[in-house]
């Protein structure tokens, strides 16, 4: 059965992304073009990560949506979904907009749908009995019925114009592996929510270790069977964080970028007890339940996944993040916050925003030249109508864009800012996914 959207068989991954232009799929059409950027993407995962690069497909397709998705199609979300190997034995399924994955057993069905999660399905799988089928919906949020037996081809390597793809299991050696040795026990089952091992520390640590994750077992081989293209908080109090105006600062010489940090858990935990972090807000927890923004992957304080499935509930909201000054100064984002080279008596100020004191001989910055509103989960950024104006840069692009005045601009990490002859860089405040 023939369908319009692209596919793509890539180190043994599957990839689908839809197609929702008019007409035949294009090479220059976006669904293509994404389709490329994502199969680059899985064979350098496959390449570091040989034996399961699962996990690593699902960080660097979060990675991928927050940095280049605009980019290749503006305004518009692009539908996709990955299925590769798990390094725990199962199939790890990755899901962004209109797309399902189904799996197949003997006489059941299990669905993943990415319409139904507030950014990304992120889950790892038992391998099923029958198949693994991913789908793009139809306008409808249809997807089409999965094949009752195998077809006559399949997709080794490349790219093609389908509906979905079907990998289904091979029967010979899952009735192998299924079977139970003489002398052991039968295989534990795969979890459903991944927690990737933590890197060990590279130097002594005083504080207890945190426990290593469980259930980590040998990869197999499911993404090696034949694939066919179908149709359609406990820490003690810092001193500095008791007050927000004293908020943790750091230089670093002349290289912007923050060294590591190892009481950045710390320092989180206690700006929030000490600070006004009593703003709640609709999030997701993480595994080690630490309230994070429903629309990422990860959890925003500890770089852990997030289930994406969970229901919504009212949490106490973290830092956002942290400016990066072009000396290396750093401010972790607390609270509202109005930056100029004398915000401290300014009229925002007064009105309880804390005051961002940046020094500069240009004479270009206004007293108080900019403010930052922490809004839900979005850091804005508002140009308060300065003499020579607010610039930004999109990670990524190389012009700079200036801001209307007193419209708000959301940042994303990499984002800079040019405020005077200074330069300033949004950064998350939690560490890379798993340290």
């Given at each position: ?304 996944p997030v289930d994406q499935t969970q229901a919504l ?105 040019m405020i005077g002859n200074r330069v300033l860089r ?10």
């Open positions: 059965m023939l369908g319009t959207h692209a596919v793509a068989r890539v180190a043994g991954a599957v990839i689908v992304v839809a197609h929702r232009g008019p007409g035949r799929l294009a090479p220059d059409d976006t669904a293509a073009i994404a389709l490329e950027s994502l199969a680059a993407l899985v064979r350098g995962a496959a390449e570091e990560q040989p034996n399961g690069p699962g996990a690593l497909v699902a960080r660097e397709a979060t990675r991928w949506l927050m940095k280049y998705a605009e980019q290749i199609s503006p305004g518009t979300p692009i539908d996709f979904g990955v299925l590769s190997a798990a390094d725990n034995g199962g199939v790890a399924i990755f899901l962004h907009g209109a797309v399902t994955a189904v799996l197949a057993g003997d006489g059941t069905a299990e669905y993943y749908r990415g319409s139904d999660a507030a950014f990304t399905v992120d889950r790892v799988a038992s391998e099923p009995a029958k198949a693994v089928a991913l789908f793009a919906d139809d306008t409808k949020g249809r997807i089409p019925d999965l094949p009752s037996e195998r077809g006559i081809g399949w997709l080794v390597e490349g790219i093609a114009q389908a509906g979905g793809a079907v990998m289904w299991s091979n029967d010979v050696r899952s009735r192998v592996r299924t079977a139970d040795p003489a002398g052991q026990g039968r295989r534990p089952p795969v979890p459903t929510a991944r927690i990737d091992r933590e890197p060990s520390p590279a130097q002594p640590d005083s504080r207890p270790a945190e426990p290593p994750a469980t259930g980590m077992q040998p990869a197999t081989s499911l993404m090696d069977a034949v694939t066919s293209a179908t149709g359609p908080a406990h820490a003690a109090v810092d001193p500095y964080a008791a007050d927000p105006h004293h908020a943790e600062t750091r230089l670093a010489g002349t290289n912007p970028a923050p060294e590591p940090d190892p009481d950045l858990q710390r320092r989180l935990e206690s700006t929030a007890k000490a600070t006004v972090l009593t703003v709640k807000v609709m999030g997701f927890k993480c595994a080690r339940a630490h309230p994070s923004d429903p629309r990422a992957a990860f959890c925003t304080v500890c770089g852990m509930a009212e949490v106490v909201r973290p830092p956002l993040g942290m400016l990066v000054l072009d000396d290396g100064m750093t401010y972790l984002l607390a609270a509202d916050a109005v930056i100029g080279r004398d915000p401290e008596h300014s009229e925002a100020a007064q009105r309880g925003l804390v005051p961002l004191r940046v020094d500069d001989t240009s004479g270009g910055m206004s007293r108080a030249h900019a403010e930052v509103h922490l809004v839900n989960w979005d850091v804005q950024l508002v140009d308060r109508g300065s003499t020579n104006g607010t610039r930004s840069r999109l990670p990524g692009y190389r012009d700079w864009i200036r801001l209307t005045p007193n419209q708000p601009m959301v940042l994303v990490p990499g984002t800079e800012v949004y950064e998350p405040a939690a560490p890379p996914p798993f340290g």
